[in-house]
């Protein structure tokens, strides 16, 4: 049931506070077992703090005594040690059937750091599939850790990368997945599918930039892992995106280039201001009132009613004259302003 150990990952502050509360006399909280036959339980909630003892008592860490000097326990005085070795701890012991178990594991108000998503799945669909996963994805010691790091967020301990993997091959549906999948004796699948998102990914962008990390690789890979993506060419573009400084969403810039540099949005590019907004739109309304024409350019060319209109402000857009796709710059000599309807129309053109 329960997640990898992660008190020691703040600094060991959470496992140094489970033996100073233990020395102060303090309760640790209630530890729950799953009673599986009468001489073999379960730990239901509280491994933390059973293994946060177990180190202690190994040697494994230090806490500070009196005097802020670090003191492990074998070097501790008799009558402390002694205190730490005879704690009781509060104990229960739930019995039932495991639809049972597992729903009171869910409902648990967990003491301490509460679980993540995974984690909470993880017990929910115990099993050899779920413990051959956490041996591959969630073993921090796993050389693959730093290369994966490049693209996912968050920790082995935390389930992170095996949460990953569990949402690309299953294309979101985890829950269904890890059902589907509980009794498997291999995870051929989730890690070959893994691996080909990693490896497809590393081999079209072989610089690998921060922004890269936490982005919807798995879905990328399926929208476009079939289409032939030149590796020099998408440096030299992605290069090229990340020295404009008018691109304000550098996240995008992976995805605007494996959708053949098309879709403008994905990058945000900066706007106009509404300071230069109101200057473009003054001179340009002063030169259409004086030739009677409309102030928007495209209607006045046109043949309806609005040939001749004033549109005001706030009925009109800021445009680039020559689209930041074609080079040109969010500069007020290259910002014209069009009525709402021929904005839109005109597009990237």
Known sequence: YQRNYIYASDGGKREMAVIESILKGY??????????????????????????????ITDKFAIKDESGMEQYFDGMAKDKKAKILETKLLIYECEGTESQIKEWFKTINIAGVPLVPQELLNAIYSG?????????????QNANIQKWSAYIKGSANRQAFFE????????????????????DKNINELKKYFNSVIDWVSSV????????????????????????????????????????PYIKNRKGIFEFILGGSVD????????????????VYATQTGKAEKKGESNCSYCAIGHDANKEKIWSLSDMDADHVTAWSKGGKTVAKNCQMLCKTHNRAKGNR
């Not at 979101?172 to 997945?177: C, K, Q, R, S």
């Not at 919807?216 to 590796?231: I, M, T």
């Not at 020099?232 to 404009?244: G, N, P």
């Open 27 to 56: 309760p640790i909280g209630l530890i729950y077992f799953n009673k599986v036959s009468d001489n073999n339980l379960e730990v239901l909630d509280g491994q933390q703090r059973i293994t946060s003892l177990g180190r202690f």
């Open 128 to 140: 050899p599939f779920v413990t051959l996963g956490k041996e591959e994805f969630s073993n921090s």
């Open 205 to 244: 962008f072989t610089d690998v930039e921060s922004e890269m990390c936490g982005l919807e690789w798995g879905r990328l890979y399926e929208q476009y892992h079939k289409k032939s993506h030149n590796p020099k060419k998408v440096s030299a573009d992605a290069r090229k995106l990340y020295a404009d």
């Open 264 to 279: 403008t949005k994905l990058l945000e590019v900066r706007i106009f201001d509404e300071a230069t907004k109101k200057a």
């Open 164 to 183: 990953r993997a569990l949402d690309w091959v299953s294309k979101g549906n985890i829950d269904d997945y890890m059902s589907s999948h509980r009794n």
